[in-house]
């Protein structure tokens, strides 16, 4: 007993028989349609219960026909074997224990929804007509004190037996609201045609490898792609329910990451390259002083007593009045090389502003030394290896120049 019974009872509408008959609803789907009577036979039917029941209330209580609500529609489930006959026992039931009289019953197996396959769905159910006026007295029995709640209950266990049937269960529990077969079907077809439109907006997994592999040959062109972004590439065909809008926006994302990220490069390698230049600036002022100091005819001293006094800064006195004084002096020596004064300068002419030229050395040199030891840590210990020697170099030349010197011409 797999099949859920259930019934439902409703008031009456007068063009009930004829959907219960000859006249199809616009949701029908083709199917078995069977029924006690036709439209106007049912009616006819119902009129003359209805006429006979009022004559006898009017006999026993000698009152005016006063009641109103007892044209019920009754609505069941059944199963896809369920006979006319099963029905007709139903009927019978409700007849002697309630006192309903069943003036037309109608089985449907036109109704329901064809799925995404194309297959008819059969939403198999009948229809029991009642008049529930007494046959004998012609009082209403479906008042409110006679079918409480627990009456109601009742008849779902009376149903579910006599059509041999599960019964369902009790809707105090499950919460659950009964559908009607009009308000179904169109529940049924709209719950397919939001199933169509998901489908049509959601790629299959080959739409997304033939997506992705157009994605894949432009990065290839480019030639500018690293491991990991193929990687992050590949993570998204892995969600093979993607939708359409989904899978562009998450490669869209992908490729405004990677233009911020060139920008981040490029802005990276503009401070390289000033990094450098500053290094190559450095490079070259220190290779230049070194070959000034290297030239035996030099006319004096000052650039060796320069240093030297920048190497202890007690001696540095007057430094204005030195630059102001020595500045030809110097461009003469590196660019002429003429012959060296026999005299002696005076110590206020031996001093110049070396020092300012080698702070900025330094600045550059520290700024360097911070960037290089993230970025490239061999360059620095060569350039360091470097100036060490250049300082070696300049220290053990100042100790032979402190010595009488017959080259020179003069003794410091």
């Given amino acids: 007993m797999s099949h859920i019974s259930s019934i439902n009872l409703k008031k009456s509408k007068d063009f009930q028989v004829f959907h219960n008959s000859n006249t199809r609803p616009n ?14 036979e049912a009616l006819k039917l119902k009129n003359k219960i209805i006429e006979d029941a009022k004559e006898q209330y009017t006999k026993h209580t000698k009152q005016k026909f006063q009641a109103k609500s007892y044209e019920w529609s009754a609505v069941c489930n059944i199963k896809p074997e369920t006979t006319m006959q099963d029905l007709e026992k139903l009927a019978s039931h409700f007849n ?3 006192g309903f009289q069943c003036y037309q019953i109608a089985i449907h197996r036109d109704e329901g929804h064809i799925n995404e396959q194309g297959e008819k769905i059969i939403n198999h159910h009948a229809h029991l007509e009642f008049i529930t006026l007494d046959k004998e ?7 409110r004190e006679l079918i409480t709640p627990k009456v109601l209950r009742e008849i779902q266990s009376e149903v579910a037996e006599i059509l041999q049937m599960q019964r369902g269960e009790d809707k105090r529990l499950s919460g659950r609201q009964r559908i009607e077969p009009r308000k179904y079907a169109q529940m049924k077809e709209a719950e397919k045609k939001e199933r169509k439109k998901i489908k049509q907006e959601f790629l299959n997994i080959k739409e997304i490898k033939e997506r992705l592999e157009i994605e894949r040959k432009v990065w290839i062109e480019e030639k500018n792609h690293s491991a990991q972004e193929y990687k992050r590439l590949r993570e998204i065909a892995k969600n093979q329910f993607e939708k359409i809008e989904d899978l562009e926006n998450a490669i869209k994302a992908l490729k405004i990451e990677l233009d911020e990220e060139k920008i981040k490069n490029k802005k990276f390698e503009e401070k390289t ?19 000034l100091l290297n030239f ?12 030297e006094r920048y190497l202890n800064p007690k ?9 102001k004084e020595n500045k030809n002096d110097l461009k003469g020596n590196f660019e002429a090389n003429k012959p060296i004064r026999e005299d002696k300068p005076k110590e206020s002419e031996n001093k110049t502003t070396y020092s300012e030229l080698l702070e900025k050395v330094q600045r550059a040199q520290e700024e360097a030394n911070g960037w290089q030891e993230e970025r490239n840590k061999e360059i620095h210990s060569i350039q360091e290896i470097k100036f060490n020697n250049f300082k070696d ?15 020179l011409g003069y003794s410091r």
Avoid: V
């Fill in 27 to 40: 949701y029908a789907i083709g199917g078995e349609l069977s029924y006690t009577l036709k439209g106007y």
């Fill in 96 to 98: 002697e224990k309630y």
């Fill in 137 to 143: 007295t012609g009082k209403n029995n479906y008042r």
């Fill in 273 to 291: 390259q000033m990094l450098e230049k500053e290094i190559k600036n450095r490079d070259i002022f220190i290779n230049n002083l070194g070959n």
């Fill in 296 to 307: 035996r005819d030099l006319k004096y001293n000052t650039p060796i007593n320069e240093l």
């Fill in 315 to 323: 001696e540095q006195k007057n430094e204005e009045l030195y630059q």
């Fill in 393 to 407: 170099k300049l220290k053990s030349y100042t100790q032979k120049t402190n010595k009488p010197n017959k080259d």
